[in-house]
């Protein structure tokens, strides 16, 4: 009883409480420098010399940025030492630094061949790209040093990265856009509605550089500090305390203080069997496919027709399905801190759910610049609660099925997940690239943009 003490006081308490807060703020460097990027695609386009095809640029670059994680695999592969710690910090240094770099510099233009581009625009947006692309293969296959509890802490932070942006950009106002009014017949006609910025785009990253920079000091903490390493692999030791008591003990002989949370789970039909840790084949293969679906959806398919399917009813309404669906985000994982699922059928249910609002955003997206409903409230109602649904569902279920595998015994499971959630979000957002751009399926009233 005296080694239970000893393990639970190090595990618990203040330090086991500012863990949590350390990882959440390492998860948060996942993505919110491509986030922070896009969320600022509307006033970068004012002064890059790609104007609106801004975004389109963008897109390539990220996709270029999915070859670190490829060369990573093969290294992988061919059982090439890896040291993840170290990786990791050059990929936080290298971000943090190419978002302070693009602060001061994201309006620079270069000649090429008589043509200007943002070409450092372009190199600063690979590099933010890179740590967003190895946090599927490389992030969070290192938590499996952690406990499980702390995955959850992981994602909240990665939700974050979305959430920060937005509202900062909210704050700092739209600038200079325009509104469009879709009367009879599908005549556009454009109204200007222009007011200045709060702050320039300059401040805004600066924010975002503050943002990396303090992740990147969680992790060297949490990788680093003394007081840290001594708790990393205290629950194994508690694990192995508990395994020298006696068979018949309950949990009542348990500190209390190891338990304080209560996990709820909707069981029945559960994936395990005989409460073991191993999946049959077809049931990971199951998991995977579904991973992969929500991730070529959430990832790049919807936010890349979101434009589309939100803009007919309004700058208010996009504006708003987008900072809400942010916030859905940390807040469903804050949800499955405490309600598990290990039912197949929840799960299916779940997935149909999305499948059904999904489906009727894209229908919105297809019938633009004029969907059912456009200029009634009960039409921006709609859009803002489906996209914000939409995107609560999707993470809460990306995260049980990463939950599920985190409590396998399969070797490097969480590895083969981050490939399949990386090769579904970049299936997506190509797949939805080449449909806006080179098919008439998606179309927006040209006087609006």
Not at 9 to 16: D, L, R
Not at 39 to 55: C, D, F, H, K, R
Not at 422 to 443: K, M
Request: with cysteine; hydrophobic share 45%.
């Amino acid at each position: 009883m005296t080694d239970i003490t000893q393990v639970s006081e190090i595990c618990n308490g203040k330090t086991y409480i500012i863990k949590h807060f350390l990882i959440m703020l390492f998860g948060i460097s996942a993505w919110i420098g491509i986030n922070g990027i896009f969320i600022q695609t509307p006033v970068l386009i004012n002064t890059s010399p790609e104007g609106w095809a801004l975004p389109a640029y963008l897109i390539l670059v990220i996709q270029a940025a999915n070859f670190g994680p490829f060369l990573y695999t093969i290294l992988q592969y061919f059982q090439c030492k890896i040291n993840e710690p170290w990786w990791i910090l050059c990929l936080l240094v290298s971000g943090t630094a190419a978002m302070g770099f693009l602060s001061f510099f994201y309006s620079e233009k270069t000649i090429i061949a008589d043509n200007e581009y943002s070409l450092v625009l372009f190199i600063l947006t690979f590099f933010n790209a890179l740590v967003g692309c190895f946090s599927s293969v490389l992030f969070m296959p290192h938590l499996r040093n952690f406990n499980e509890k702390f995955l959850t802490s992981y994602f909240i932070g990665e939700g974050l990265s979305g959430v920060l942006p937005s509202i900062v950009a909210l704050i700092q106002g739209i600038g200079n856009t325009s509104n469009c009014a879709i009367l009879k017949n599908n005549t556009c006609i454009e109204s200007s509605d222009s007011f200045d910025l709060n702050f320039s785009p300059n401040e805004y990253f600066l924010f975002i550089f503050i943002i990396l920079f303090l992740s990147l000091t969680s992790f060297a903490i949490l990788e680093y500090s003394p007081i840290f390493q001594n708790i990393k692999q205290c629950h194994n030791s508690i694990s192995t305390v508990f395994s020298r008591q006696p068979t018949n003990a309950t949990h009542d002989n348990y500190p209390n203080n190891v338990q304080k949370v209560k996990h709820y789970s909707l069981g029945g039909n559960s994936f395990f069997c005989d409460d073991s840790k191993y999946l049959s084949k077809h049931t990971r293969n199951y998991l995977f496919t579904l991973l992969a679906i929500f991730c070529f959806l959430s990832n790049g398919f919807f936010p890349s027709i979101q434009s589309y399917s939100c803009l007919p009813y309004g700058s208010i309404a996009y504006k708003l399905s987008i900072t809400f669906a942010q916030f859905a985000n940390p807040l469903v994982c804050l949800l499955a801190f405490w309600l598990k699922i290990t039912n197949i059928k929840v799960i299916n249910y779940l997935s149909i759910i999305c499948l059904i609002i999904g489906s009727y955003v894209t229908y919105l997206a297809l019938m633009s610049p004029s969907p059912p409903l456009q200029t009634t409230n009960l039409g921006i109602f709609l859009i803002i609660v489906s996209w914000t649904l939409l995107t609560g569902f999707i993470s809460y279920l990306k995260l049980i099925i990463v939950s599920i595998f985190r409590n396998t015994e399969f070797p490097n499971i969480l590895f083969y997940a981050g490939i399949i959630m990386q090769i579904g979000s970049a299936s997506g957002a190509i797949l939805s690239f080449i449909i806006i751009n080179f098919t008439n399926y998606f179309e927006i009233c040209d006087s609006c943009v």
